[in-house]
């Protein structure tokens, strides 16, 4: 009777021990997973092709007539490297933007674009959201994003907040880049 007690105390210790064994490899797969898809974005930071860059400055362009906006985000002293983001603020602003998606074909005003220059002012990623039945005859359409979302909210006294996240897209070079943007701050005319 000893021998079956023992054994079955031993099994019930390996059942326990199996227990938490696998509840530990759940709650570490889980977290590095996680950490895996949701990396901390640095404030004020453009990140393109894995290189973090600062954001200097924020210019922006005011078309009023049409609630269109152009914002340079200045990432360089000469102001040749920057990402160029035009929007429109009834089709864009406090909205979710799918890149991959283009704009509605009736919607009016402008659609959105997002453009990157490097430091020696080259015009790297080129994109633009605009309906391909708004392209006129011949003209050359312009791609959108493999993947991403972008998020534009103005604030009060030229304060706005753009969020890119997982930017993915076909440059004018022909290969895949990666953009992330998160900007909160003022913006200077």
């Known amino acids: 009777m000893n021998q079956s007690n023992l054994f079955m105390r031993c ?14 490899v759940a ?18 930071t453009i990140t393109i092709d894995g290189k ?5 400055q924020a210019v922006y362009t005011d078309f009023t007539l049409s609630n269109d906006y152009q ?16 929007f429109n603020t009834t089709n864009h602003a406090n909205k979710d933007i799918n890149l991959a998606k283009r704009d509605d074909a009736s919607q009016e005003g402008g659609s959105w674009k997002v ?12 994109t633009w ?8 005859e011949g003209e050359a359409i312009l791609p959108v994003f ?6 534009i909210a103005p604030g009060k006294n030229n304060d706005i907040n753009i969020f890119l996240k997982d930017g993915e897209v076909i440059g004018k070079d022909g290969k895949k880049h990666t ?10 005319k």
């Open 146 to 151: 493999i993947q991403g979302r972008m998020r």
């Open 11 to 24: 099994t019930k210790t390996l059942f326990v021990l199996a227990t938490v064994v696998i509840a530990s």
């Open 27 to 44: 709650v570490c797969g889980c977290s590095s997973k996680n950490e895996e898809t949701e990396q901390p974005v640095t404030p004020n």
């Open 71 to 86: 914002l340079a985000l200045i990432l360089s002293q000469d102001h040749n490297e920057r990402v160029e983001i035009n």
């Open 129 to 136: 959201g605009q309906s391909k039945e708004n392209y006129n």
């Open 179 to 188: 953009i992330t943007i998160n900007y909160d701050g003022k913006t200077e």
């Open 52 to 56: 973090e860059k600062t954001i200097l």
């Open 115 to 126: 453009n990157y220059y490097d430091a020696a002012g080259n015009l790297v990623i080129n």
